[in-house]
C-alpha cells in the first residue's frame, strides 16, 4: 500500500503537466487515488490496531480536542461535542440498568430523524451493542418482521411513535421484548418510559473493557435494504464498512470547518453512515432537520451556514421547483453528495444555485462495490481506474433483460459486457471487499451470490444494477433489473408490494413493477393484477390494505386487470413489456384504476386524470 502511495506522489509531482497533455483526467484521477490511498492505508492500520479503534472512540477524541464545538444543530437548539457526548453516556448507563444491556446485545431503534437518534446510538455503541436501524414508515408486519429478523430483544421508540408500536405489541410481549419510549412517562402496560430515567442516569464516561471484544469484523449495525425480493432485510453492516462508509466525506473534500445538512432519515446509510458517521469522522458541525422542507432548504442553509448538502435525485428537483428568489445564489454550500440526480435537472440547479461541486456516488448498503463522481463528467457516476479495480475487482457481465439472468456461454460461464454495452455490475468477494450478507436469511444472502462467473468456482456480489463503461473510462448506471424499482428515494421490493395486494379477498395474483413518468425521477408503483373467479374489483377493500400496510411510497398507484398473467420459462412473471406499456389508457385495453388519496380508493383511469398527471395539475 505504502509503495502505491509514493509512486502516485512522485508521478503527481514530477510529470503533471507532461501527463496532464496525455491524460486528460490525470489530475482529477490521481487527487482521488491519492486521497483514497491514504484513507485505505487508515483503515489497514484500524485494522492491526489494538484495542480496536472504532468510530466511537474516534467520536471520544473529537470531544477531548473541541468539548465546546457544536455538533448538532436541530430546531433552534444546539448541541456540543459534549453534550452529547454526556447524554450518549446518560442512555448507556440507563439502558444497562433497566435492561441489563451488555456486549453483543442488539437493540432495534424506531426512532425520527432527532437528536437522541444520535446519542442513542452512541449510547449503544458505548456498550458494544449493535444496534437495528428501522425504518420509521414501516408498520404492522412489515415491522415485526424487520424486528424479529435481527435478532434484538429490545426496542427503544419515539413518542410520536407509539401508535406503530402498541399495533404490534401483542407480539412482542409473546416474545418477551423489552419496549421502551422515549418520553418521561407511559401507561401502557408492556411499553417503559425511558426519558426518566436517563436523566436521573450519571453522565460519567463508561469504561472501554464493557466492548472489549469489538473488533472491527463485528456487527454494528443492521441497515434494511429492499434490495430484492421480499420483505425488507437487515444488511449485516461490520465496524469496517462503518470506516469505509465514514471515509467518503472525506474523499469528496469535506473538512471540519464545514457544516453539513442532513435531512435525509437516519434509518439509511446515506443520512446515517455518510451524513452522521462521516461527520463524526471529520468532527464538524451537523445541521439534522426532521424531514426535507424545499421551501426551508435555503433559509436554513444561510442561517447555519451550510457548506455541504446531501441528496437524493428528487432532492434537486424540488429544489429548482421552488419559485426563484434574488436570494437564490447568496449561500455558502459549496459541495453536494448524493445520489439519483438526472442530468437535465442537474443543470438547471446549477444555473440557479450557483456553483456547487456534485458528488454523485454509486453504493448499495450492503454491496462491495461502489463508484464517485469525482470529475466534471456530466452523468457519469464514476470512473474506472486501475488502483480502485486492484483493491475491489469488479465486471460487468453481459445480461438478459427479458430472462432477467446473466447470459452464461456453453461452458457455463458469464460472458464480460464489451466497452459501451451495459451489463450488470457484479464484485468479487474478497477479504478486502467481503459480502457480509442479511441477518437471518440464508436464502436471500445466497441470490445475491452468483457463482462461476469467470472462472468455475469464482464468487461475486450481484448488485442487480446495469450499468455502462464507456471507452473513456467513465462509468454510468443504466437500471436496476426487476424485483425492485426506486420512487422518493427508496426501494420499492415488488413481491413484498405483491403480497400486501393479495390480502384483498377478491385478488387472485397480482405482478408489482415500477412505471416512468415525465418530469419524475424513478419509477412510480403499478400493479398488473388477476381476480378470483367470480369476483369484482373491490376499489374500497384494495385501498384499505394498501393504506394500512404500505407506506406512501410503495402504494401502486395504478392498477391493471388482467386475465392472466405472461410467465417466463422459469416461472417468473413477465415485466418488461408491462414496464414498456405504462399507464396511458389511450394504448392499454385492459381495465385501468388510479388510486385516488382524495376519494380514498382506485378509480377508474380517464383520459383527463391521464393529462393532469402530464401537466403536473395532479401530483404524484
Ligand atoms: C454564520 O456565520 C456568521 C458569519 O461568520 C456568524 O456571524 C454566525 O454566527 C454563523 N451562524 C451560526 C448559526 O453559526
Ligand atoms: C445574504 O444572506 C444573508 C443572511 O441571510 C443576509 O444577511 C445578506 O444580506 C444576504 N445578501 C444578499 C446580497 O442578499
Ligand atoms: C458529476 O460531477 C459533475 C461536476 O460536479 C457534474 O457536472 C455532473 O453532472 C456529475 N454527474 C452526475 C451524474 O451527477
Redesign the pocket.
Known amino acids: 500500500m505504502y509503495i502505491w502511495f509514493t509512486v502516485f506522489a512522485g508521478l503527481a509531482i514530477l510529470s503533471l503537466a507532461f501527463l496532464k497533455s496525455l491524460l486528460p483526467h490525470f489530475v482529477e484521477d490521481s487527487t482521488y487515488i491519492l486521497r483514497s490511498l491514504k484513507l485505505g492505508f487508515r483503515l489497514v492500520k484500524y485494522k492491526k490496531i489494538k484495542p480496536f479503534y472504532s468510530v466511537v472512540d474516534c467520536f471520544s477524541d473529537a470531544v477531548k480536542r473541541h468539548p465546546n464545538k457544536i455538533f448538532l444543530h436541530f430546531e433552534g437548539l444546539q448541541y456540543s461535542y459534549g453534550d452529547v457526548d454526556k447524554q450518549s453516556n446518560k442512555v448507556a448507563r440507563a439502558l444497562q440498568a433497566e435492561a441489563g444491556l451488555k456486549e453483543g446485545d442488539t437493540v432495534a431503534l424506531f426512532l425520527a430523524n432527532e437528536p437522541s437518534y444520535v446519542w442513542t446510538w452512541l449510547g449503544l455503541a458505548k456498550l458494544g451493542c449493535p444496534a437495528a436501524l428501522l425504518n420509521f414508515n414501516i408498520r404492522s408486519k412489515s415491522l415485526l418482521h424487520c424486528f424479529s429478523c435481527c435478532g434484538a430483544k429490545v426496542i427503544i421508540a419515539s413518542p410520536e411513535l407509539q401508535d406503530a408500536v402498541e399495533e404490534v405489541l401483542p407480539t412482542l410481549k409473546e416474545q418477551e421484548i423489552r419496549v421502551f419510549l422515549l418520553s418521561e412517562s407511559c401507561s401502557i402496560d408492556g411499553i417503559s418510559a425511558l426519558s426518566d430515567k436517563i436523566s436521573q442516569a450519571s453522565d460519567q464516561p463508561l469504561s472501554r473493557d464493557l466492548r472489549a471484544n469489538i473488533n472491527i469484523r463485528s456487527t454494528a449495525l443492521y441497515i434494511y435494504t429492499s434490495g430484492t425480493t421480499g420483505l425488507p432485510k437487515a444488511a449485516v453492516v461490520t465496524h469496517e464498512r462503518i470506516w469505509a462508509a465514514s471515509f467518503l466525506q472525506a474523499v469528496c473534500g469535506v473538512t471540519a470547518e464545514d457544516v453539513f445538512y442532513i435531512n435525509l432519515p437516519l434509518y439509511h446509510s446515506a443520512g446515517f453512515l455518510i451524513g452522521m458517521v462521516g461527520g463524526i469522522e471529520r468532527g464538524l458541525t451537523i445541521f439534522l432537520r426532521r424531514k426535507f422542507s424545499a421551501s426551508q432548504f435555503w433559509?436554513d442553509c444561510?442561517?447555519y451556514n451550510v457548506t455541504v448538502m446531501q441528496y437524493i435525485g428528487e432532492t434537486m428537483r424540488y429544489l429548482c421547483n421552488t419559485p426563484q428568489k434574488?436570494?437564490d445564489k447568496?449561500?455558502s454550500v459549496r459541495i453536494a453528495i448524493g445520489n439519483g440526480v438526472r442530468t437535465d435537472v442537474w443543470s438547471d440547479f446549477l444555473n440557479r444555485f450557483g456553483d456547487i461541486k456534485v458528488k454523485e456516488l454509486y453504493a448499495a448498503t450492503e454491496g462491495n462495490i461502489g463508484f464517485i463522481n469525482y470529475t466534471s463528467k456530466i452523468g457519469a457516476v464514476g470512473r474506472v481506474n486501475f488502483v480502485h479495480r486492484f483493491f475491489f475487482p469488479y465486471t460487468l457481465i453481459k445480461f438478459d433483460i427479458a430472462k432477467e439472468e446473466p447470459v452464461r456461454n456453453s461452458e457455463g460461464l458469464c460472458i464480460q459486457a464489451a466497452r459501451g454495452e451495459t451489463g450488470l455490475l457484479v464484485g468479487k468477494v474478497t477479504q478486502r471487499s467481503p459480502f457480509v450478507g442479511y441477518a437471518g436469511n440464508k436464502q436471500q444472502t445466497e441470490k445475491k451470490r452468483l457463482r462461476d462467473v469467470l472462472k468455475k468456482g469464482d464468487l461475486y456480489f450481484n448488485t442487480g444494477d446495469l450499468l455502462r463503461f464507456d471507452h473513456d473510462n467513465f462509468v454510468y448506471f443504466q437500471d436496476r433489473v426487476g424485483d425492485t424499482f426506486r420512487w422518493k428515494g427508496e426501494n420499492v421490493a415488488t413481491s413484498e408490494v405483491a403480497d400486501i395486494l393479495t390480502l384483498a379477498h377478491c385478488i387472485l395474483e397480482a405482478n408489482v413493477y415500477g412505471v416512468q413518468v415525465e418530469g419524475h425521477e424513478g419509477r412510480i408503483g403499478m400493479a398488473a393484477l388477476t381476480l378470483k373467479e367470480g369476483e369484482d374489483f373491490d376499489s374500497s377493500d384494495i385501498y384499505k390494505q394498501v393504506i394500512t400496510y404500505l407506506p406512501a411510497y410503495a402504494r401502486p398507484r395504478f392498477i391493471r386487470i388482467q386475465p392472466c398473467l405472461e410467465m417466463t420459462g422459469t416461472f417468473k412473471m413477465k415485466k418488461v413489456k408491462l414496464v414498456e406499456e405504462g399507464f396511458n389508457p389511450d394504448h392499454i385495453k385492459d381495465p385501468l384504476y388510479f388510486l385516488d388519496p382524495e376519494k380514498k380508493m382506485y378509480v377508474p383511469m380517464t383520459e383527463e386524470i391521464y393529462r393532469a398527471i402530464a401537466s403536473r395539475e395532479i401530483k404524484l
Open positions: 433559509d444561510r442561517k434574488d436570494s447568496n449561500h
